[in-house]
């Protein structure tokens, strides 16, 4: 798995690359943890890279997403496809979070 | 192979070493002493030679002064016999040396009525005795000692003979021709002699030391001994009948030299009686006399033997003292390091507590034991914290196969769990991961009528997962027993399980209660992948995703119940994600259109076979590669109320 963090105005923008299972969730975990003390924290994750994520994973992004309301900033997702997105889906991600097919149109909202 | 020791060689090559160095040394000493000493001998023998052979000349020269004074006295003296006897007395009071002496007169010169008159006076038996020479036997003026004297017109030593005339000794005599003045005429007149004894001779000679066995020998003018520690030879051998004798062809060349007249050196190789020799000759050319000196090669030598075995010997001393010396410096260095290498084996055979040596000495070796002790300390430590490490973990890899069994043990695992319910068919199983993972399922009856079953998936692995399960599992059941629709069930355990709940863990749940009277199966998803319908005699289809989400994050979350109707025949299929993302050894996963492709192979199967024939063909796929997850099945088979069951 790959991460890169960058900063767009108010925006913390994490590209995930890979897979986001049991093994890799303690790195995407020690990564959030660079920029989780902003408030408030607004995360854009840029999921178009993402192969596969696990239960662990979705642990890991839940957790994220707990902190950044707790600062009342919000995580929002970009660039779901395919198997990605049917997890999301089924695990009734959809219905807690914002998504959108790109980076820009995350931080333009 | 036989081993040598660092000890044994170091030992061997230095002695080796050392007894070369030594034997050159004492080789050396022997071979320059022995030419310092033949050199030295040669002018310690030449000196001896001289002075023997100047004191011999002085006593016979002595001898010759008297007979010389004494032919000049008579030559104006008036001579009566008186005066010769009291002459003749006073010489040989005078002078020890001289045997006797005597004054021949020519035949009737002294009185012309005599024919013979040769007073002669010698010593016998410590006394000076008298006699009158010449007798029809002894016509003296024939004998040499008388006729070369007159005939050679000098004074002469004669050959050593044997006297019969008046001394019956061994002698050579000194002749001097006398004169006297007859008419005014100086005419011969006899002979003066003086006799010297050649045991007295031999006995003065004898007095020359030359060491033990070695001897001085005096040779006429024709070779003969005239002395000689040996008194066979005197008068009886000359130097050549000798040489011939006892076949010495060298010693014929010396006596050749000898009587010549000259003097040398030479060394002569085993000479009978003696050995080996290192002879010196000189002249005595009053006399026409030769003297040499016999010096024994082995006494010569023997200072230096002597020294040389000294030498040996002190070298044999010294190279022994080296010996123990090497042996005991070599087996100090070697000593630790063969007690090393016993401690070192018993360590490697793993003996830990083996005590290493102390060994002081600031070397090499030193060195070596004390880093052999801190490896062996180093060691132990080691071993102890692995010792104990591995404790650890075998304690905890044990309470955590405890706690797994612990975890499979509260769910039901007894089928056919209702065997005397023959309206619906229900089987589910578990195959856990290596670590400890959260899947759960369970069935039980709500009441009479209605069969709850469920499926779940804890997020993670691990203790935490297994916590979180068991959790889950007792609360579903609890809210369960009250009688709730689904959906309001997963609402209840959420907020529940969403309490508290800071690590974000959380549970995919599908939940389903159905009337075994209608079968009629109302259930709710909480974030759970989709279950297959199975209906009888048509394709497998998903159960239609709700969407909601998973359950133990967000307290305040409603979940929807949805209805559907099951036929007798049909089967429900829920499982986890175990199943669909269980991996081959490419990580290619099992998916979600294989388990459709396969379901739809089944038919209206019994629900144990439906379970079995799907991990027949997952453990097919995955070839033995290792499961990353929980996989876990349970399905359901309606078979329609008591009477319809019955019916078909």
């Known amino acids: 798995m790959d991460i890169t963090n960058e900063q767009r105005g108010d925006w ?46 979705l642990r890991s992004i839940l957790a994220a997403g707990k902190k950044a309301h707790a600062s009342s900033g919000k995580i929002v997702f970009a660039g779901l496809a395919g198997m990605v997105e049917e997890v999301f889906r089924v695990s009734g991600f959809t219905a807690m979070f914002e998504f959108y097919s790109s980076v820009d149109e995350a931080v333009a909202s | 192979m036989k081993r040598t020791g660092i000890a044994v060689r170091l030992a061997v090559l230095i002695l080796a070493c050392s007894l070369v160095i030594l ?5 050396y000493n022997y071979v320059v002493s022995r030419n310092i000493i033949i050199s030295q001998d040669e002018h310690t023998g030449a000196g001896l030679a001289q002075a023997t052979s100047a004191r011999i000349s002085k006593v016979l020269y002595a001898v010759q002064k008297v007979a010389d004074s004494i032919a000049y006295t008579l030559e104006d003296a008036e001579i009566s016999p008186k005066l010769i006897d009291d002459l003749g007395r006073r010489v040989l009071a005078g002078n020890p040396e001289i045997f006797g002496t005597a004054i021949a007169f020519e035949p009737y010169s002294f009185d012309p009525a005599r024919l013979y008159f040769a007073p002669y006076h010698y010593r016998s038996q410590n006394r000076i005795a008298s006699t009158n020479l010449g007798s029809r036997d002894y016509r003296y003026f024939h004998m040499d000692w008388y006729q070369l004297a007159k005939e050679l017109d000098k004074a002469i ?40 004894d050649l045991t007295w001779l031999q006995s003065m000679i004898s007095e020359v030391d030359v060491y033990d066995s070695g001897h001085v020998f005096l040779l006429s003018r024709y070779g003969t001994f005239i002395s000689s520690p040996n008194p066979d030879l005197i008068m009886n051998e000359t130097i050549f009948t000798w040489a011939e004798e006892r076949g010495v062809p060298e010693l014929r060349d010396v006596g050749r030299a000898m009587v010549q007249g000259k003097s040398g050196y030479r060394e002569l190789k085993d000479l009978p009686g003696v050995g080996d020799v290192f002879l010196y000759y000189m002249p005595l050319p009053a006399e026409n006399w030769s003297l040499a000196i016999v010096f024994p090669k082995d006494e010569m030598l023997a200072g230096v033997t002597h020294l040389s075995h000294t030498v040996a010997i002190i070298g044999l001393a010294g190279f022994l003292a080296l010996a123990a010396l090497v042996i005991f410096i070599s087996g100090g260095i070697t000593r630790p390091l063969r007690k090393l290498t016993v401690v070192a084996n018993r360590v490697a055979s793993g003996d830990l507590d083996q005590k290493v040596p102390e060994i002081r000495t600031r070397d090499e070796v030193g060195e070596l034991a004390t880093s052999f002790k801190t490896m062996k300390t180093s060691l132990k430590e080691y071993i102890a914290n692995l010792t104990t490490a591995t404790a650890e973990r075998e304690r905890i890899e044990s309470e955590l196969r405890i706690a797994r069994e612990i975890q499979m043990g509260i769910l039901p695992k007894l089928f056919p769990p209702f065997p005397e319910r023959s309206e619906f068919d229900v089987y589910a199983s578990i195959e856990p991961a290596k670590e400890v993972g959260g899947d759960l399922y369970d069935f039980f009856f709500v009441d009479d009528r209605h069969f709850c079953f469920l499926v779940g998936d804890v997020s993670g692995k691990g203790v935490p997962a297994a916590f979180f399960m068991a959790v889950t599992k007792t609360l579903l059941k609890v809210v369960a027993e009250r009688g709730l629709d689904p959906g309001p069930i997963l609402s209840k355990v959420n907020a529940d399980l969403a309490a508290e709940n800071e690590s974000c863990m959380f549970v995919t749940l599908f939940l389903a209660i159905v009337d075994i009277e209608t079968g009629e199966t109302r259930y709710a998803n909480a974030g759970h992948n989709p279950p297959v319908f199975l209906r009888k005699g048509s394709e497998p289809e998903w159960v239609p995703p709700l969407n909601e989400p998973v359950a133990g994050v967000m307290e305040d979350m409603e979940y929807s119940t949805k209805t559907m109707r099951m036929e007798p025949g049909d089967s429900l299929f829920i499982y986890t994600d175990g199943v669909t993302e269980a991996m081959d050894g490419d990580r290619n996963m099992y998916s979600d259109p294989r388990l459709l492709e396969l379901l739809g192979t089944l038919g209206a199967v019994p629900a144990q076979e439906l379970v079995t024939a799907v991990d027949v063909s997952i453990k097919a796929f995955t070839g033995g590669a290792e499961q990353s997850d929980d996989i876990t099945m349970l399905a359901m088979q309606f078979h329609g109320p008591l009477g319809t069951n019955k019916e078909s």
């Open chain 1, 12 to 57: 913390q923008i994490m590209t995930v690359h890979g897979r986001l299972d049991a093994a890799t969730a303690p790195d995407f975990d020690k990564s959030f943890q660079t920029i989780q003390d902003v408030v408030p924290l607004k995360v854009a994750l840029d999921l178009a890279g993402l192969e596969y994520i696990s239960s662990a994973g």
């Open chain 2, 157 to 196: 030593w004669t050959e050593p003979y044997y006297d019969e005339g008046g001394g019956h000794a061994l002698m050579c005599t000194y002749s001097v021709p006398f004169y006297r003045q007859v008419d005014g005429k100086r005419t011969f007149a006899g002979v003066v002699t003086a006799d010297i």
């Open chain 2, 23 to 27: 034997t050159g040394i004492v080789w």
